[in-house]
């Protein structure tokens, strides 16, 4: 039977689950979850996730949640997933798993959240926060610096010194795209001091082209439509048929 993926793409980890199973060849049917009409919290995805929450799969009978569970499920459920995704090495792995708890902990905090309280609530229907995108900003920088100085090592392109990515450079690299639907000043003035997290970001793109911007493309579409509501004085819009006009450009 044909994985489903229960997905939508505004959502980092569901990009990060849509990439992985890009790059390695997966076929999959994309079930699309509109988070700005609540479909998550209907009856019918309940019985997928009790939890309400995308991405989700299913692979004939089973059911799963969580994207970096998935994608681990993935890389150890298919058949010829190269061994860097995620390392069968005992060291190498718990190295990478060090990282996505690290990530789990720290980072949803910072890009994600920044973003979305700070220009992005209205897609959702939401009202933006000043306050709670300064809070998120400050986790922000400095989750950016411990990835600078920590994760990325002088002696490999990739996080924890490899020449090769794994789930960890995946997931960290789709969430910091978020960043992407800022406007440009604000979005240089963030990742900017960061040249080494810059240079990882573009060897990440690199390596995984063409899915990683074919699929982290719906971000410049946000971008592009939050810049034409700005140019109209429309950046703290709220109402429900604008929300919506903005979804169906989408």
């Given at each position: 039977?044909?994985?489903?993926?229960?997905?939508?793409?505004?959502?980092?980890?569901c990009r990060e689950v849509i990439i992985f199973c890009k790059l390695n060849g997966i076929d999959f049917e994309e079930?699309?979850?509109?988070?700005?009409?609540?479909?998550?919290?209907?009856?019918?995805?309940?019985?997928?996730?009790?939890?309400?929450?995308?991405?989700?799969?299913?692979?004939?009978?089973?059911?799963?949640?969580?994207?970096?569970?998935?994608?681990?499920?993935?890389?150890?459920?298919?058949?010829?997933?190269?061994?860097?995704?995620?390392?069968?090495?005992?060291?190498?792995r718990a190295k990478v798993e060090s990282v996505l708890d690290w990530h789990r902990t720290n980072f949803p905090r910072g890009p994600g959240s920044?973003?979305?309280?700070?220009?992005?609530?209205?897609?959702?229907?939401?009202?933006?926060?000043?306050?709670?995108?300064?809070?998120?900003?400050?986790?922000?920088?400095?989750?950016?610096?411990?990835?600078?100085?920590?994760?990325?090592?002088?002696?490999?392109?990739?996080?924890?010194?490899?020449?090769?990515?794994?789930?960890?450079?995946?997931?960290?690299?789709?969430?910091?795209?978020?960043?992407?639907?800022?406007?440009?000043?604000?979005?240089?003035?963030?990742?900017?001091?960061?040249?080494?997290?810059?240079?990882?970001?573009?060897?990440?793109?690199?390596?995984?082209?063409?899915?990683?911007?074919?699929?982290?493309?719906?971000?410049?579409?946000?971008?592009?439509?939050?810049?034409?509501?700005?140019?109209?004085?429309?950046?703290?819009?709220?109402?429900?048929?604008?929300?919506?006009?903005?979804?169906?450009?989408?």
């Amino acid at each position: 039977m044909t994985l489903k993926l229960y997905v939508d793409r505004r959502s980092h980890p569901c990009r990060e689950v849509i990439i992985f199973c890009k790059l390695n060849g997966i076929d999959f049917e994309e079930v699309h979850i509109d988070l700005s009409k609540r479909q998550h919290l209907t009856p019918e995805f309940k019985e997928v996730n009790p939890m309400k929450q995308i991405p989700a799969i299913m692979d004939g009978k089973f059911k799963l949640s969580e994207s970096h569970a998935i994608v681990k499920y993935l890389a150890c459920a298919f058949p010829g997933i190269a061994d860097h995704w995620y390392p069968a090495d005992l060291y190498k792995r718990a190295k990478v798993e060090s990282v996505l708890d690290w990530h789990r902990t720290n980072f949803p905090r910072g890009p994600g959240s920044y973003v979305s309280t700070s220009v992005l609530a209205p897609v959702f229907g939401l009202r933006l926060n000043p306050q709670a995108a300064a809070r998120s900003e400050k986790i922000l920088i400095a989750s950016l610096a411990k990835i600078e100085s920590v994760w990325l090592q002088k002696k490999g392109r990739f996080l924890l010194g490899s020449g090769q990515p794994s789930i960890a450079d995946l997931s960290l690299a789709c969430e910091i795209m978020s960043l992407e639907a800022l406007d440009e000043k604000d979005r240089e003035r963030i990742l900017g001091p960061f040249k080494r997290v810059q240079r990882w970001l573009d060897d990440t793109k690199n390596v995984m082209a063409p899915h990683f911007e074919e699929v982290n493309s719906i971000l410049y579409k946000i971008k592009e439509n939050l810049q034409k509501q700005r140019d109209q004085g429309g950046s703290s819009i709220t109402q429900s048929s604008k929300k919506h006009d903005l979804h169906s450009k989408m």
